[in-house]
């Protein structure tokens, strides 16, 4: 199977807190991607990681992709309020090029 | 530059009838991509082009119709609207295909559709 299960799938946390969230696959995948969707908006693509143990950092947010390439977490350090938001993990389908969304974890960030 | 373009912002419809979710992108991208979306459901691929003239389904096709006369638009077609159909729908495009390169995607701001 190529589906992206993450977890959690909801987490309120207040202002000043970290958190992590988690994408998890069954099979390897070549490369993954992570989204934030606003509400009312559409998703925009935060990063792109592709080696394995690769860590990648935007700001307040690390990225870290699997040994295995089978997994991916997203650690956002001092959360904001701006930080509120549906994030996605995507991959693409070995069989048809096309991306593969998890269901999404909604972050909810209190002031 | 717009990016992709969905209109309407939001829709009622009844049982039974039809309407038709514009798509416009003015990036020159080959692929566009429908999705919808539920709570908790992430995003589901409904029809996808590779160009103009060239359309196939995704993983949930049933109920909709695409067409792609023109690079830049892609509307999606709904014929006999139920309530199993109502969703958030997002336009997406991309220049090229994800197996062959670390592609991104473009999203709409999407059209809420109820359908009562």
């Known amino acids: 199977t190529q589906l992206l299960e993450q977890s959690p799938q909801f987490l309120s946390i207040q202002e000043g807190e970290n958190l992590t969230v988690y994408c998890n696959s069954s099979?390897?995948?070549?490369?993954l991607q992570w989204y934030r969707q606003e509400p009312g908006e559409g998703p925009v693509l935060l990063v792109t990681?592709?080696?394995?143990?690769e860590v990648k950092k935007l700001k307040r947010l690390t990225f870290q992709f699997g040994d295995a390439r089978k997994d991916s977490s997203l650690h956002i350090t001092a959360a904001q309020t701006g930080d509120t938001g549906l994030y996605l993990c995507?991959?693409?389908?070995?069989?048809?090029?096309?991306?593969?969304f998890g269901q999404g974890t909604t972050l909810q960030v209190k002031p | 530059n717009a990016g992709v373009t969905q209109t309407p912002k939001f829709r009622i419809l009844k049982i039974g009838q039809s309407m038709t979710l514009q798509c416009t992108q003015d990036?020159?991208?080959?692929?566009m991509y429908w999705y919808r979306q539920d709570p908790g459901m992430g995003l589901k691929l409904i029809y996808y082009?590779?160009?103009?003239?060239?359309?196939d389904k995704g993983e949930v096709p049933n109920g909709y119709n695409v067409s792609r006369s023109t690079t830049e638009d892609f509307p999606l077609r709904l014929e006999l609207a139920a309530p199993s159909q109502t969703s958030v729908y997002f336009c997406?495009?991309?220049?090229?295909?994800?197996?062959?390169?670390?592609?991104?995607?473009?999203f709409g701001s999407g059209t809420q559709l109820s359908v009562l």
């Open positions: 990681v592709v080696t394995g143990g």
């Open positions: 990036m020159n991208h080959n692929y």
């Open positions: 997406a495009s991309s220049y090229s295909t994800f197996s062959l390169t670390n592609e991104k995607l473009f």
């Open positions: 995507a991959r693409s389908s070995s069989n048809t090029g096309k991306l593969i």
């Open positions: 082009s590779v160009g103009a003239g060239i359309t």
């Open positions: 099979s390897v995948f070549s490369s």
